[in-house]
T-cell receptor, first 113, second 115 residues
Framework: GNSVTQMEGPVTLSEEAFLTINCTYT??????LFWYVQYPGEGLQLLLK?????DKGSNKGFEATYRKETTSFHLEKGSVQVSDSAVYFC????????????FGTGTRLTIIP | NAGVTQTPKFQVLKTGQSMTLQCAQD?????MSWYRQDPGMGLRLIHY???????DQGEVPNGYNVSRSTTEDFPLRLLSAAPSQTSVYFC??????????????FGSGTRLTVV
């Protein structure tokens, strides 16, 4: 079945540091890949997505590239801000008519001023 | 522009009590689902629906029932609450497109404690 493995947290960085959160997946066929963000006390929001190999999703300075050869979708940001403190979830959706999202366990990110 | 609305936001139940978590969306999404979020476990799918009158089980369905009588509403019922059901519950909806659904809209969650 489908599964998502993401970097264990928590991750603590100083403001303006470079961020990488690793995500790898197992799926049949060609899944769509997503990063969701959850701010304290809120629901999940879609951060970015990629629907085919070599696609790069980007939003709010965050980027992730769909790497089929390494089955990875790592999240990166060049200079983090205190407002980026949140929990980040990697997820996938199969493209064989399966609407279900499979999530990783989440990575809590804290940015220190 | 309400999106996905969940009620209540917080609930405390005694073991054995029943209750219904409400979820409503105003985006005419075909697909609706319920997830539970537990520390270190991520989000796990409880039940989902691809349209009115159609429901199916997810990864962790035991102890929960759902129904989908309208496109807008997808309530989750706990028939006899247990402490293991203490969790944060999220409802999500999406359009169904060719190749699957993606870009879900999530509600703000219901924090349930069973004592």
């Amino acid at each position: 079945g489908n599964s998502v493995t993401q970097m264990e947290g928590p991750v603590t960085l100083s403001e303006e540091a470079f961020l990488t959160i690793n995500c790898t997946y197992t799926a049949t066929g060609y899944p769509s890949l997503f990063w969701y963000v959850q701010y304290p006390g809120e629901g999940l929001q879609l951060l970015l997505k990629a629907t085919k190999a070599d696609d790069k999703g980007s939003n709010k300075g965050f980027e992730a590239t769909y790497r089929k050869e390494t089955t990875s979708f790592h999240l990166e940001k060049g200079s983090v801000q205190v407002s980026d403190s949140a929990v980040y979830f990697c997820a996938l959706s199969s493209n064989f008519g399966n609407e279900k999202l499979t999530f990783g366990t989440g990575t809590r990110l804290t940015i220190i001023p | 522009n309400a999106g996905v609305t969940q009620t209540p936001k917080f609930q405390v139940l005694k073991t054995g009590q029943s209750m219904t978590l409400q979820c409503a969306q105003d985006m005419n999404h075909e697909y609706m689902s319920w997830y539970r979020q537990d520390p270190g476990m991520g989000l796990r799918l409880i039940h989902y629906s691809v349209g009115a009158g159609i429901t199916d089980q997810g990864e962790v369905p035991n102890g929960y029932n759902v129904s989908r009588s309208t496109t807008e509403d997808f309530p989750l019922r706990l028939l006899s609450a247990a402490p293991s059901q203490t969790s944060v519950y999220f409802c999500a909806s999406s359009y169904i497109r060719t190749g699957g659904a993606y870009g879900y809209t999530f509600g703000s969650g219901t924090r349930l404690t069973v004592v």
